[in-house]
């Protein structure tokens, strides 16, 4: 796999990238951003429509885990009925945990995806962890200076990559 912040797929949000998607493009694993791909920051549980999403994942079979740059309390308090395996302070872009979230699963880098909101934190770490990713928009952005900067870069790399395909 080239390295590049270009995902190899795009969604509109967490819930298109079905049960059968996945198998079908051969994905038995998938490792999850939390915040802004599957929830806003502030919603502290998944919600129902989640819920089911992720029930049909386990009924096919495909296995999650959730490698989170946010604090221990934060991605625990979500995870605590799900029973996933989890990172916090995943220290995305790196490889490390994304690695050890496919150990936990016992899946491979043939069979396992990464989604996340952020180019520069997901779809790195799923490169460096040589597996594909899938980018969705955030579902509630932060304001901060520092973001907003991020996401007007994201949307420039990304307009370019549309462009060069064409």
Same mark, same amino acid.
């Given at each position: 796999? $080239? ?85 916090? $302070? ?39 962890? $040589? ?8 579902? $509630? ?26």
């Amino acid at each position: 796999m $080239k390295f590049t912040f270009i995902p190899e797929y795009r969604f509109n949000k967490y819930s298109d990238a079905s049960a059968e998607f996945l198998l079908k493009e051969g994905f038995r694993g998938i490792i999850l951003d939390i915040d802004n791909t599957l929830e806003p920051y502030e919603t502290a549980v998944p919600g129902e429509k989640l819920i089911e999403w992720f029930d049909s994942l386990r009924e096919n079979g495909i296995k999650v885990a959730f490698v989170s740059n946010n604090n221990r309390k934060r991605v625990e308090l979500f995870n605590k009925e799900l029973k996933f395996p989890c990172y916090s $302070k995943g220290k995305k872009p790196f490889k490390r945990n994304v690695l050890r979230a496919m150990a936990d699963m016992g899946t491979t880098r043939e069979n396992t995806v990464l989604m996340g909101d952020q180019m520069f934190t997901d779809v790195w770490a799923a490169h460096n962890a $040589k597996i594909p990713a899938i980018l969705v928009p955030p579902i $509630k952005d932060k304001t901060d200076v520092f973001t907003k900067l991020k996401r007007v870069l994201e949307r420039w790399v990304l307009n370019r990559s549309e462009k060069r395909k064409k």
